[in-house]
């Protein structure tokens, strides 16, 4: 089956730690993004990518950290100056570099720090 | 920054029409519309996209404006599997290319 995975669904992590969400594609997308999702709000983007070995910040990267080396992949790493980590987060994937592709999006994983 | 406004709820009887209105008054030429519905804790779920031309799919038909500074989402029959919390969104041309910006959505209530 093709689709997009983010593992764990549920992370635990204690305050001042970082930590690496994963998010896996075999859709031989060109272009993923991470988005964070608080209670009762819409999507924020934190960091999309293009192309391997490339990524932008999105409206709200400080704090977080992305890695594209390779096509498939494109893990989101939290760091602890992160100041309010705890939320849904939720990563995607398209294909081709135009605005007529839509974006396919992971079952999310729901970070909380304690 | 969001470039898309929609009310925040609304509710529709099962089985009726639903319209989800979205404004997009700022929209380039060759920005596209897309919905999406995020049904609680689980992913969004794309539903459809389009330009200028109307557009329809097994889900559901987008009617854009001549304009194109609005659009509506119509869910043809509704049932209560449909009560989620619909985005209207467009994809941004910026740095290194296209982005999708989420707005807050419409959470849409279908009642029995």
């Known amino acids: 089956d093709g689709g997009i995975t983010q593992s764990p669904k549920y992370l635990f992590r204690k305050e001042g730690q970082n930590v690496t969400l994963s998010c896996e594609q075999n859709l031989n997308h060109d272009a993923m993004y991470w988005y964070r999702q608080d209670p009762g709000q819409g999507l924020r983007l934190i960091y999309y990518?293009?192309?391997?070995?490339?990524?932008q910040k999105g409206d709200i990267a400080e704090g977080y950290s992305v890695s594209r080396e390779k096509k498939e992949s494109f893990p989101l790493t939290v760091t602890s100056a992160q100041k309010n980590p705890t939320a849904f987060y939720l990563c995607a994937s398209s294909s081709g570099l135009g605005g007529n592709t839509e974006a396919f999006f992971g079952q999310g994983t729901r970070l909380t720090v304690v | 920054d969001a470039k898309t406004t929609q009310p925040p709820s609304m509710d529709c009887a099962e089985g009726r029409a639903a319209n989800l209105p979205c404004n997009h008054s700022?929209?380039?030429?060759?920005?596209?519309v897309y919905w999406y519905r995020q049904i609680h804790s689980q992913g969004p779920q794309y539903i459809i996209h389009g330009l200028k031309n109307n557009e329809t799919n097994e889900m559901a038909s987008l009617i854009i404006t001549e304009d194109r500074k609005s659009s509506t989402l119509i869910l043809p029959h509704a049932t209560l599997r449909d009560t989620a919390v619909y985005y209207c969104i467009v994809r941004v041309f910026g740095t290194g290319g296209f982005k999708t910006i989420f707005g807050a959505g419409t959470r849409l209530f279908v009642k029995a």
């Open positions: 990518s293009q192309i391997v070995n490339d990524f």
């Open positions: 700022t929209i380039s030429g060759n920005e596209y």
